[in-house]
């Protein structure tokens, strides 16, 4: 199964959240806390990454990362949950609620898409750290995940690229793969659940013109735009993120 952590009462509703390719649960650290105090927080390491890194990832691809969410919220016997995820956490999202939307409550899509980009950049990507290991990432992951400078001032921000650096690389290459096979562009319009994207303004990797075609192609879903922030939004605007994410869900 898959690691997980919980915070706050068992009392409250239920939200999960999913995180980046290259990042643990570790990444919603920041919010945990204040998220805490309003939800009983399900957060999850998808398999390759975090301590969930001893699971076989030859083949997978995004349903089954929905298989293992469901797993686990069936052995805490959790019926019903919101849920937000960022980038391929909310890849994810989009599939829980096109599988699973009797389970889902509210979904919150943060800088994601429902098609990442071309599969042959994930695919080379993914190649190459199978042959030359993870330490030629750090710099155009840097690049994606932050706006210029911020990295370098914040101590968080590189705990997290150190955390990417240390990941398994067959493991990260083989979510690699299944992050290129994605596209949920012609399921959007199934998605039946309340629905917020949350776009940053500055991030390169699935920028606000991407956002909107999802939030648009989603019945009733809204996007937020938060100026200031790259593709690991939660880490550069904390606040605004923060506040979406409690009053939505």
């Given at each position: 199964m898959i690691h997980f952590a919980a915070y706050g009462s068992e009392?409250?509703?239920c939200l999960v959240l999913g995180s980046s390719l290259g990042t643990s649960g570790r990444m919603w650290a920041n919010l945990v806390p204040s998220l805490a105090e309003t939800f009983h927080l399900i957060v999850f390491d998808t398999r390759g990454h975090g301590k969930s890194q001893h699971l076989p990832t030859a083949g997978i691809g995004v349903a089954d990362f929905v298989g293992d969410v469901i797993a686990l919220l069936d052995s805490l016997r959790i019926e019903r949950f919101s849920y937000a995820g960022l980038s391929l956490g909310g890849a994810i999202g989009q599939q829980l609620a096109l599988s699973w939307p009797e389970r889902l409550n509210k979904l919150v899509l943060c800088c994601t898409t429902a098609k990442f980009g071309e599969a042959k950049a994930y695919q080379d990507r993914a190649a190459k750290?199978?042959?030359e290991g993870m330490a030629w990432l750090y710099e155009p992951t840097k690049a994606r995940w932050y706006t210029p400078g911020f990295a370098e001032e914040n101590a968080f921000a590189?705990?997290?690229l150190a955390e990417m650096l240390a990941l398994p690389p067959q493991g990260y290459a083989d979510v690699c793969d299944?992050?290129?096979?994605?596209?949920a562009r012609g399921s959007l319009a199934q998605i039946t659940c309340p629905t917020l994207a949350i776009a940053g303004a500055n991030d390169i990797a699935t920028p606000v013109p991407v956002m909107q075609e999802l939030a648009?192609?989603?019945p009733g879903g809204r996007l937020l735009i938060v100026n200031g922030a790259a593709h690991l939004g939660n880490v550069e605007r904390p606040g605004e993120f923060l506040e979406a994410i409690r009053e939505f869900a």
């Open positions: 009392g409250k509703p750290v199978r042959r590189q705990e997290l299944a992050v290129a096979a994605f596209d648009g192609g989603i």
